[in-house]
């Protein structure tokens, strides 16, 4: 099993242009989650989806977008990418319904936004 | 906003020694999780334990659990150069079960 999966694993944007990080699981999961982590800051929830077809903000869900395709697929977008969304990406897997249970990580996505 | 607050924020030792890590928060939990990440990797579960469980070991990992003081600390005994990493707590409250990541503690082992 490859677990969490996440493309692409670097990116350089310049300020305005748009861009979709994507993620997938191979675990059968139902909830999965995007998170952003920045220095001294450590990891704030952007948006989670608890099961197909449902989505709900996080802590810092402005500026970004999410699509939950499918069981697999939870996707991040950056619609008009700002120098303050540099950060190292992670998506995460669970199979509890919600946040409360242990989640599997990606190997994240470092984006700089110039 | 914060829920858990670990401490030391580093901590350096020699091989072999053990190293504890704490973690304070300040509201009720459901459960109290611990995570390690290796430097340019993703995390990874180490632990659970809710909050009606005072002790939880998964090899040479010990965490304890004490709600009356609202903290918690991870063991890690007879400690390996690969223990470098950053260790985290996360808190999982409320009725939604939200989930609160901690700042992280810096581990570095030498050999």
């Known amino acids: 099993n490859a677990g969490v999966t996440q493309t692409p694993k670097f990116q350089v944007l310049k300020t305005g242009q748009s861009m979709t990080l994507q993620c997938a699981q191979d675990?059968?999961?139902?909830?999965m989650y995007w998170y952003r982590q920045d220095p001294g800051m450590g990891l704030r929830l952007i948006y989670y989806?608890?099961?197909?077809?449902?989505?709900d903000k996080g802590e810092v869900p402005n500026g970004y977008n999410v699509s939950r395709l499918n069981k697999r697929e939870f996707s991040l977008r950056l619609e008009s990418a700002a120098p303050s969304q540099t950060s190292v990406y992670f998506c995460?897997?669970?199979?509890?319904?919600?946040?409360?249970?242990?989640?599997?990580f990606g190997p994240g996505t470092r984006l700089t936004v110039t | 906003s914060q829920q858990g607050e670990e401490d030391p924020q580093a901590l350096s030792i020699q091989e072999g020694e053990n190293a504890t890590m704490n973690c304070s928060y300040k509201?009720?939990?459901?459960?109290l999780q611990w995570y390690r990440q290796n430097s340019g990797r993703g995390l990874v579960h180490l632990i659970l334990?809710?909050?009606?469980?005072r002790e939880k070991h998964s090899g040479r990992l010990r965490v304890t659990l004490d709600t009356s003081k609202k903290s918690s600390s991870l063991l890690i005994t007879a400690s390996r150069a690969a223990d470098t990493a950053s260790y985290f707590c996360?808190?999982?409250?409320?009725?939604?079960?939200?989930?609160?990541f901690g700042k992280g503690i810096t581990l570095s082992v030498r050999p």
């Open positions: 995460a897997s669970s199979e509890f319904r919600g946040q409360g249970g242990e989640q599997y």
């Open positions: 675990m059968n999961h139902n909830s």
């Open positions: 989806s608890a099961s197909e077809g449902t989505t």
């Open positions: 509201t009720s939990i459901n459960n």
């Open positions: 334990i809710r909050s009606n469980e």
């Open positions: 996360a808190t999982v409250s409320g009725a939604n079960s939200k989930l609160t």
